[in-house]
């Protein structure tokens, strides 16, 4: 068997659902797109991403050293559909891939296997692995080794999976034959630029994080601004729409991982447990999901922008009384949210709760109450 296909085969047998292979040489295109992208500001307050950009345009630029890279895709595709709890909105809406066990987590060991039986096979060379930890632009590089291409949504389509890979990638000196990059075919089609509840798409192929749903409810550590409250719904954990109304996906399939099956009590949460969590529990909840790394304090502030918008008059003593909670980001949102269900209770308590200590929850109160909220 030829080296490309030894690797494609260990690599299905270490539970990856496709390998391509792509050269490190990547387009200088790229890296213009993304400076473009910087300077516009539409990556928000992720500052890691202007930090790298250098070294993220391209693995040579990351590693003068590498020749080929090794692209894995993970199916992790859901049994059902996504978007079916944004119906009820006294459940929670989590993002499918943080449903269950931390990808990283799942991928990395089987990245590290597959390097070690590269470097056996060949009987030298040097590899490096990646999975979304460091400066790697990994769709552009899964769409040129063939394994996919990116959407208008900007994120990976499969033929075969649909919106639903993981990617992680090895990086090598040795050379590799590149595969035939996947060509686009997303034609005419704009369900994903619809889709979105916020509009984050400035158009096809151009996301302003500032705008994203994913960005709002992960990334972001302050306040959710005030205009996107409300598109949020009951989206706590990341937002699936663009994603869950590609075409593509009536082929997507279920995955076969077991570790990456959503977890029964993360597919449907009620939001009235979910905003009673403390920062034990809220660890215990999330031990080994990726939502454990965005702290009990940003998780209960889009629990309670989804309270607000539930519409339910019985979660309204869940968000009074977080407007006593230790965490500035939390009592906040306590304010936004009492506010859509009680506002007459809110203007009983401004006497009480108005003069906070922390500005930015001084100026919730002064906000609803102030200015023709109440």
Known sequence: MDIKGAIRAHALSLGFDACRFASAETNPALADRLREWLAEGAHGDMDWMAETA???ASPTALWPAARSVVMLGLNYGPASNPL???RNRDLGTISVYARHRDYHDVIKGR??????FIIKRVGGGEVKVFVDTAPVMEKPLAQSSGLGWQGKHTNLVSREFGSWLFLGAIFTDIDLDPDPPEPDHCGSCRNCLDACPTDAFIGPYRLDARRCISYLTI??????PRDFRAAIGNRIYGCDDC???CPWNKFAQTTREAKLAARPDLEN???AELVRLDDAGFRALFSGSPIKRIGRARFIRNVLVA??????PALAAEAERLLRDDDPLVRGAAVWALARLAPQRLVALQPLFASDPDETVREEWAKETHQGKI
């Open 111 to 116: 990245l590290k296997q597959l390097a070690a």
């Open 54 to 56: 250098e070294r993220r």
């Open 307 to 312: 309270i607000g918008n539930s519409g339910d």
């Open 269 to 271: 949460p009620p939001l």
């Open 219 to 224: 990334e972001n550590k302050g306040p959710i």
């Open 243 to 245: 994603l869950a109304v």
């Open 84 to 86: 079916a709890t944004l």
